[in-house]
């Protein structure tokens, strides 16, 4: 069963528009979540997470966004620029260990001029 | 240290054939995964180590896979009687256990042939 779901496998932005992209979990469990951004070629790089006591968190262009009651999370890009193409991977951890990640099947973000 | 570092960066095998994968993880970093990613998915959990001590494995490791951490620095991964399902891309994370996010290196892509 997919604990974290990333139901759009795909998303194109316009340059300097707003990314919003989402990602659902299924196990209350988790109380830390955490993005991922791939470029090909090279591993998953680390870019914001948030605990499940907070509800925003904020680090320069990036926000994430977390509702737990609806077990939603997004992560907002503003401004969108070229260089954020790449595919993001949600990620959620339990608290007995905060690096044993369970990944969502990512979403490709196109950001075109 | 420039970060998690993975030899070979790919590997093409007979199936049959055994492979063993290394990883070098940032220096003061105690802890060490091992993930795997398929075609369009995200990244798997595999095994974790504590300094040298191997806490946890998934099922996913079959009696094939076995991984070690001697004196608690770098990894090895090895497959015995590789199998084409075993194709895959192999990640390696490490990380303080800081809620930081894990860093990972750019993975050992293994074709089975």
């Known amino acids: 069963d997919q604990q974290v779901k990333q139901n759009s496998p795909s998303l194109s932005v316009q340059e300097g528009r707003i990314s919003i992209l989402n990602c659902d979990y299924t196990?209350?469990?988790?109380?830390?979540f955490l993005w991922y951004k791939k470029y090909p070629a090279e591993g998953p790089t680390f870019l914001i997470s948030i605990s499940s006591i907070k509800d925003k968190n904020e680090d320069g262009r990036f926000t994430v966004f977390l509702n737990k009651s609806a077990k939603h999370l997004s992560l907002h890009i503003v401004p969108s620029q070229p260089g954020d193409s790449a595919v993001y991977f949600c990620?959620?951890?339990?608290?007995?260990?905060?690096?044993?990640?369970?990944f969502g099947t990512g979403t490709r973000l196109q950001v075109f001029p | 240290d420039t970060g998690v570092s993975q030899d070979p960066r790919h590997k093409i095998t007979k199936r049959g054939q055994n492979v063993t994968f290394r990883c070098d993880p940032i220096s003061e970093h105690n802890r060490l995964y091992w993930y795997r990613q398929t075609l369009g998915q995200g990244p798997e959990f595999l095994t974790y180590?504590?300094?040298?001590?191997?806490?946890?494995k998934s099922r996913l490791l079959s009696d094939r896979f076995s991984a070690e951490r001697p004196k608690g620095s770098f990894s090895t991964l090895e497959i015995q009687r590789t199998e084409q399902g075993d194709s895959a891309m192999y990640l390696c994370a490490s990380s303080l256990g800081l809620n930081y996010g894990c860093t990972f290196g750019s993975g050992t892509r293994l074709t089975v042939v």
């Open positions: 180590f504590q300094n040298e001590a191997q806490l946890e």
């Open positions: 196990n209350s469990m988790f109380d830390y």
């Open positions: 990620a959620a951890s339990v608290p007995e260990n905060t690096d044993k990640l369970i």
